[in-house]
């Protein structure tokens, strides 16, 4: 079992920045290919980032492009996700996941594909 605990939200003005952290606990983790999802209240789930276990390669959705980046540190079991020039239509609880297959240039987009999740951070950017 692959545990995932998320920190790092919080209230910020639209404008600022935010970095979400993702520490990964109870068996090896850097074989997980990792990703950062979000949910508005009403809205699906949809994903946001995610990064191959071998930290080469990143994908992100249209919506978040250019502001948004994840990161891994194998070493210390942990996931960033650092998210600038935020929004109020950022606004969501994130979590972060792990997918047990190992693929070292797909980057899984669909939640369904991720076998762990951690409970979320709440993210909320006043106007």
């Known amino acids: 079992q692959l545990q995932l605990v998320e920190s790092g939200g919080g209230l910020v003005q639209a404008g600022g920045s935010l970095r979400l952290s993702c520490e990964a606990s109870?068996?090896?983790?850097?074989?997980?290919?990792m990703g950062w999802f979000r949910q508005a209240p009403g809205k699906e789930r949809e994903f946001v980032a995610g990064i191959c276990s071998s930290a080469g390669t990143t994908d992100y959705a249209d919506s978040v492009k250019g502001r948004f980046t994840i990161s891994r540190d194998n070493a210390k079991n942990m996931v960033y996700l650092q998210m600038n020039s935020l929004k109020p239509e950022d606004t969501a609880v994130y979590s972060c996941?792990?997918?047990?297959?190992?693929?070292?240039?797909?980057?899984?987009?669909?939640?369904?594909?991720?076998?762990?999740w951690g409970q979320g951070t709440q993210v909320t950017v006043s106007s």
């Open positions: 109870g068996r090896s983790f850097s074989r997980n290919n």
């Open positions: 996941a792990a997918r047990l297959t190992n693929s070292y240039n797909y980057v899984a987009m669909k939640s369904y594909e991720y076998d762990y």
